[in-house]
């Protein structure tokens, strides 16, 4: 069974640093891309980025670009999404997918709510 | 950037058929993807490629594509299928981008 369990959630300061985790389980995690999803309270749904587990090789929304960083480790078959500073337009919730061969988010994470706030 | 625009609410009765649409520059030369998402709930891939089903989605979700827009139709809408409804463009320019979202309301 596939699965992208996701770290829990996040009340964080801002200018504070923050990288949340999603453990991906059920399938060959080199051969499939690993996405974000942004989804602000009450608003829509924002693609973030892409990584290939197998070379790292990353995309970025232009949205989103040198605002956050995305990586993988092997090792524990896991992605993360990274902030250096954060910012209270920040706070949202942050879904993990697997893009498909086929085009599209297949699976997606339970999603990991980030608050920014002073 | 590439932007897609949907409806912001469609009213549907029991039984009856839904139309929502996404539309954008060129659309129909674009693969897209179609998302339900009930509240507090992760988003679910309904629709691929335009107009394939991943297993286990109902045959009444159809999806089509042309020209400039792309539309999901829910037919013999059930009250399950109340939720909020997202378009998606895949090629290599837009990675991805997702459209505005539709909330879909059965009365």
């Known amino acids: 069974e596939v699965q992208l369990v996701q770290s829990g959630a996040e009340v964080k300061k801002p200018g504070e640093s923050l990288k949340i985790s999603c453990k991906v389980s059920g399938y060959s995690f080199y051969t499939y891309w690993i996405g974000w999803v942004r989804q602000r309270p009450g608003k829509g749904l924002e693609w973030m980025g892409l990584?290939?587990?197998?070379?790292?090789?990353?995309r970025y929304s232009p949205s989103f670009q040198g605002q956050v960083s995305v990586s993988v480790d092997k090792s524990f078959t896991s992605a993360y999404l990274h902030w250096s500073s954060l910012r209270a337009s920040d706070t949202a919730m942050y879904y993990c997918v697997r893009r498909s061969t086929d085009g599209g988010f297949d699976y997606w994470g339970q999603g990991t709510l980030v608050t920014v706030s002073s | 950037s590439y932007e897609l625009t949907q409806p912001p609410s469609v009213s549907v009765s029991p039984g009856q058929s839904a139309s929502i649409t996404c539309s954008g520059y060129?659309?129909?030369?674009?693969?897209t993807c179609w998302y339900q998402q009930k509240p507090g709930q992760s988003p679910v891939l309904i629709i691929y490629q335009d107009a394939k089903r991943p297993s286990g989605i109902p045959e009444r979700f159809s999806g089509s594509n042309s020209g400039n827009t792309a539309t999901l139709t829910i037919s013999g809408t059930q009250d399950m299928d109340e939720a909020d409804y997202y378009c998606q463009a895949w090629d290599s320019s837009t990675e991805g981008v997702f459209g505005t979202g539709t909330k879909v309301t059965v009365l």
């Open positions: 990584i290939y587990p197998d070379d790292s090789e990353t």
């Open positions: 060129n659309l129909g030369n674009k693969y």
